[in-house]
């Protein structure tokens, strides 16, 4: 009997299967969207103020409104062209829009 124990003892228990997890595939035209139309935005935006503001020094603060609209635009455009967006993705998308906007109205206001 004990050497029934033994055995009982020396097979190895059946592992079950992980469940397979899926995985989003990746998709480059998707990524593209969300990398390219904060860029463009933000490169209107910068004409924009640009324009708005002219040469007066006072107006500067509606080029900040100019680019804190298209931020809040970009929120009914990407999701249109069939991007689904996360909350971590809001920062990349301002930081991206900040940057080409700033860019390209210190571009323009040097020119």
């Known amino acids: ?3 029934k124990d033994r055995e009982s003892k020396k097979k190895p228990q059946e592992k079950k299967p992980e469940p397979i997890k899926k995985e989003k595939e990746y998709n480059l035209a998707r990524e593209m969207k969300k ?22 020094r006072q107006r500067d603060a509606f080029g900040i409104i100019i680019l804190v609209f298209l931020i809040y635009v970009q929120k009914f455009i990407l999701p249109k062209m069939g991007v ?3 909350g971590k993705d809001w920062a990349g998308i301002a930081f991206l829009t900040f940057s080409s906007w700033y ?3 210190t571009v323009l206001l040097n020119l």
């Open 103 to 105: 860019i390209s109205w």
């Open 1 to 3: 009997m004990a050497k």
């Open 35 to 56: 990398t390219l139309t904060p860029i463009i935005c933000g490169i209107i935006a910068g004409v924009l103020s640009f324009l708005a503001t002219g040469e007066f």
């Open 84 to 86: 689904e967006l996360e």
